[in-house]
């Protein structure tokens, strides 16, 4: 079988996003654990995993329109360089503050490097509209390869050697792939469309004015909230249930699985389901496994609910960019994905801390119903979406 342009460049940038992506994974993983560990804080761990949101929730619109004028590729390769820088800083000195620092540094690179890559794919010619969701989908199931492997790796080097050589070992990674970005044919090398700016209305006033456009926001912000509940609450659970880091680890590994089984199958999943009906049932698929994560009480149990949300989280974003781009002029492609990354991160940075600092206080169990209560509500405003998209065709 022959591939397609659009193939060869998709897999060439996946092989390149699985390197880069583990620095997240890994480091959001060592980056709790070494507040947890070294400070015995639930709250200070719930900083350390949101400090890596920081960055992007302030910066992610000012990173669209980066990427729309001097092109994804260029600023995916700056981004690598960002993400090495930030991953040093505790091998240097391993301290709870360039811990923090770390994870702020490298949240602002991974975050400017996906965002390239996702506009670089999503501004590809496409024969048919739904092809764009399947090739999303496939980036994005290269994070998910990166997704089991980050936690993993972080999680038994940590156990064995500590953390100054878990963070020595995912700078590595990261080295390694910015390397094999020179190496393959990386899409988006087009440079930008330098009047984006000047022409038109802005994304947030496009975005705040037309309410189509802000369900679709909206729910973009719900599904980081319930990804970032599932990966910041499973160490903090695992801590309190004695697992070790690598239990922990394999536990997280686990929803990554099922993240990249079902965006293995999104090319075919589209052709038989609109963006909105797969999100409604990846909403109310989250709702179950979020109130019942609460009674399991070993890794087990909690792996297999990890793998089922993972089924659930993985047609999540690669639906929601689908929408953006097929909704967003070209030359604000970079823009409207800056905004849906602003609002997924300032999700992403509030909701760690307050998850920690409520399950510091009351328990898990609140924060796991409130969580499922609001994808509740998506499934059903999801599902709100689809009858009147049928309405507009």
């Known amino acids: 079988?022959?591939?397609?342009?659009?193939?060869?460049?998709?897999?060439?940038?996946?092989?390149?996003?699985?390197?880069?992506?583990?620095?997240?994974?890994?480091?959001?993983?060592?980056?709790?654990?070494?507040?947890?560990?070294?400070?015995?804080?639930?709250?200070?761990?719930?900083?350390?995993?949101?400090?890596?949101?920081?960055?992007?929730?302030?910066?992610?619109?000012?990173?669209?329109?980066?990427?729309?004028?001097?092109?994804?590729?260029?600023?995916?390769?700056?981004?690598?360089?960002?993400?090495?820088?930030?991953?040093?800083?505790?091998?240097?000195?391993?301290?709870?503050?360039?811990?923090?620092?770390?994870?702020?540094?490298?949240?602002?690179?991974?975050?400017?490097?996906?965002?390239?890559?996702?506009?670089?794919?999503?501004?590809?010619?496409?024969?048919?509209?739904n092809e764009r969701v399947g090739m999303i989908g496939w980036l994005q199931m290269g994070n998910s390869v990166s997704a089991v492997a980050g936690p993993s790796i972080a999680g038994i080097v940590i156990d064995h050697f500590g953390f100054r050589a878990a963070y020595t070992t995912l700078a590595l990674i990261v080295v390694c792939s910015l390397i094999?970005?020179?190496?393959?044919?990386?899409?988006?090398?087009?440079?930008?469309?330098?009047?984006?700016?000047r022409n038109g209305d802005s994304v947030v006033k496009m975005v705040f004015s037309d309410p189509r456009l802000l369900r679709i926001y909206l729910l973009a912000m719900v599904v980081s909230m319930s990804y970032d509940g599932f990966s910041f609450m499973t160490p903090v659970l695992g801590q309190e249930r004695g697992f070790s880091a690598t239990t922990i680890g394999l536990i997280l590994s686990c929803f990554a699985v099922g993240t990249f089984a079902v965006r293995a199958l999104l090319p075919w999943l589209s052709r038989h389901l609109p963006e909105w009906r797969m999100l409604s049932f990846a909403?109310?698929?989250?709702?179950?496994?979020?109130?019942?994560?609460?009674?399991?009480?070993?890794?087990?149990?909690?792996?297999?609910?990890?793998?089922?949300?993972?089924?659930?989280?993985?047609?999540?974003?690669?639906?929601?960019?689908?929408?953006?781009?097929?909704?967003?002029?070209?030359?604000?492609?970079?823009?409207?994905?800056?905004?849906?990354?602003?609002?997924?991160?300032?999700?992403?940075?509030?909701?760690?801390?307050?998850?920690?600092?409520?399950?510091?206080?009351?328990?898990?169990?609140?924060?796991?119903v409130t969580i499922g209560s609001i994808t509740a509500l998506s499934s059903w405003q999801a599902r709100k979406g689809f009858r009147l998209s049928l309405k507009a065709s």
């Open 1 to 129: 079988m022959q591939l397609s342009r659009n193939q060869i460049q998709v897999f060439s940038l996946i092989a390149v996003s699985i390197l880069a992506h583990v620095t997240m994974g890994g480091g959001r993983v060592a980056a709790s654990l070494f507040a947890l560990k070294q400070q015995g804080s639930e709250t200070l761990a719930g900083v350390a995993y949101s400090a890596y949101s920081l960055l992007p929730a302030i910066l992610s619109l000012h990173m669209g329109r980066w990427i729309d004028k001097v092109g994804p590729r260029r600023v995916m390769r700056t981004s690598q360089i960002i993400m090495i820088a930030g991953l040093l800083l505790p091998v240097v000195f391993p301290h709870i503050t360039t811990v923090l620092l770390a994870a702020a540094v490298g949240g602002f690179g991974f975050g400017s490097y996906m965002l390239a890559a996702n506009v670089a794919v999503g501004l590809m010619p496409f024969a048919q509209e």
């Open 180 to 197: 094999t970005s020179f190496c393959v044919d990386v899409p988006g090398g087009v440079g930008g469309h330098k009047g984006a700016r």
């Open 283 to 368: 909403f109310a698929t989250t709702t179950t496994v979020f109130l019942l994560l609460p009674f399991a009480v070993n890794g087990y149990v909690h792996a297999t609910l990890g793998l089922i949300l993972g089924l659930a989280a993985g047609v999540g974003q690669p639906s929601i960019l689908s929408l953006i781009y097929r909704a967003m002029p070209a030359d604000k492609a970079g823009e409207g994905a800056g905004l849906r990354a602003m609002m997924g991160n300032s999700m992403g940075l509030a909701g760690p801390s307050i998850y920690g600092a409520v399950a510091g206080m009351f328990g898990a169990l609140p924060v796991f």
